[in-house]
């Protein structure tokens, strides 16, 4: 009896499915292809996160240890430390800079607005391994345009790269460089969405630029900007590229180690693949979790105003 | 709204003008730098005041990196990669988002569209190493496959083509040509393909430069010389004893020039594409 229910609710079921055996058809693809590179990776690191394998010899359990090793891990924490201070040190500027050539991009005034857009934008499409080893020839100490430049103006030389004070200046003047032209289209577009109405009641009312600024522009942008930062501190986490080539992976030191850099060595310099899981999971949870966080809060405030 | 210019209007113009054209300036002095320096022997690369233009220029650079790196092979390497790569992520991604766009009664579709959503929150550095290992027991390293397939049916790209198959292919086309008893995926590849031509085009420039620019992965499962693309060969050349910057930036003119034509001909299309990933907040 059951069996026979059994195989109706199954018959039921393949009834509905069947008609749409393309819709299914068509997004396997996207499935077969992330349980390969998606969800068994996922699952896989979670397990290599109690572990203690080198990739050749076997596999040890080692349960917590990972993670209180993780604990004292000294490097980590200069890595992470890193990250904040290059954080800190390109997002403001960027951003800024982002905000400001949108709103200027976005008048209707503007002459040659394509050319000047481009120019703004062409650093994102370059290739990185190129353009930091272009970095590396203008940042050169001695024989550099930019200590070149500088002299003119009666500064002495910085050492750009050789020195652990500067290099993450120097990573974050890249960053600035190949950032910003993005920052500022996502903005664009975000200034795009707002209503003109809303701009001309505001003039009819007789706000000045400064006040519709204030009180139109940046309240409506707030998720746009919220948006990039995200996606800068995210990118400041993980950068890779900018780190391995400009500064030969962190250099001179550790002094511009960032989380990427200090994984990838982990993993592929060390070969601590169980360690190194174990790095990479707890901090993408405490992102997750700090993101849902911050995300609440912003719900909360924005039912408020 | 007012056609007469206040002299401070004019002071604001004049200030916008002056710091976006210096701004300009210095977002494109890095390229020229690039350019310039293709062109000159090492020495003249290092000589103080710097040379702003080469003089007399070299084509040595050229010849040399042809000469020692195998240039042209890793052109092809990178071509290929590339292609393959964007190709099959222009017919994957469009398939599932016309998938998802037209087949809305289907049994769990929200629920399916919803984990594909899902599966952007992933970072890359978490499964970097299983990836990894997956490419070797697939036998994959040192291989095209493991730059092609990997990365190449993302949920970016199937939300990005839902979303235009959802607001620009009308269900009456559909429905004519499903009577006139074309195929399912003859619907797809006839007619739904040819109409989503600019939103390919935006998703196809976003994954070429991607692909193109990938350094790492690709550092990571190719191994023999033959095989390097180009980033991994300037990479590789960088870290000589006694850095051939000549040779780099001819080599690094050359992996950057297919890219800059590539955004100035696409320009208007990878933006649209760029600016759709904000809607994904």
Redesign the interface.
Known sequence: MSRLSDRSTIGAWWA??WP?R???L??A??FV??A???L???V??LY?SFVKWD?LTPMQWVGLSNFRTMLGDEVLRRALWNTLVIGVLYIPPMLG?AF??AQ??N?Q??KLK??????????C???????A???G??F?SE?G?LN?ALGFLHIPGIPWLTSEQWSKVSVAILVV?RW???NM??M???LQGIPEDYYEAA?VDGATAVQRMWCITLPLLR??VR?CLLLSL?GTL?M??EI??LTNGGGPGTSSLNF?MY??NL??GSFK?GY??CV??TI?IL??IGTLITNRINRQRGGEA | ?NPSRTPQQLLV?GA?YI??TA??V???F??Y??VI?AFKTQAQ??????QWLPLPPTGANFVDIYREANLLRAFLNSVLTTGGHVLLALF?CS??G???AK?P???G?AK?FNF?LG?M??????????????MVRLHWIDTYWALI?????GAFG?FWMRQYFHANLPDELIQAARIDGCS??GI?WRIALPVARPALAALGILQL?GS??N??WAF?VLRTPGMFT??VV??LL?GEIRTP?GM??A??LL??LP??V???LF?RQ??AG??A??VK?
Do not use: C
């Not at chain 2, 397939?149 to 049916?153: I, T």
């Open positions: 509905a499915i749409y393309h819709f299914y068509f997004i693809p996207f292809l992330f390969l590179f998606g068994y990776p996922l896989f690191s290599l990739g800079l400001l050539f200027i991009l008048a005034w503007l394509a050319f000047y857009r481009a120019a703004l934008f062409l650093p499409v370059t290739p990185m391994v190129v353009i080893i272009v970095f020839l203008l050169s024989k345009v070149y460089w910003t032209g993005y289209i996502l664009l577009a975000g003039a998720p746009t948006f995210l993980y890779f590229d391995f080539v990427g994984l990838f993993s592929f693949f190194a899981s990479a999971y993408a992102v997750f | 709204m113009r916008a710091a976006l701004t300009a210095l977002f494109l890095p390229f730098w690039l320096s690369i290092f000589t103080l005041p710097p994957l398939l599932a016309y998938a998802f087949y009664q289907a049994p579709h399916l594909v599966t929150m992933i970072p890359g550095a978490v499964t970097l190493i299983p990836s990894f290992l997956v397939l990997p990365g190449a049916v199937i399912e995926f797809y430069i193109w620019n350094l790492m990571l180009l980033p300037i990479y960088n910057y780099l930036m080599g690094g992996t950057t890219l800059v590539a955004f100035l320009q990878f933006i760029v600016t990933g904000a907040q």
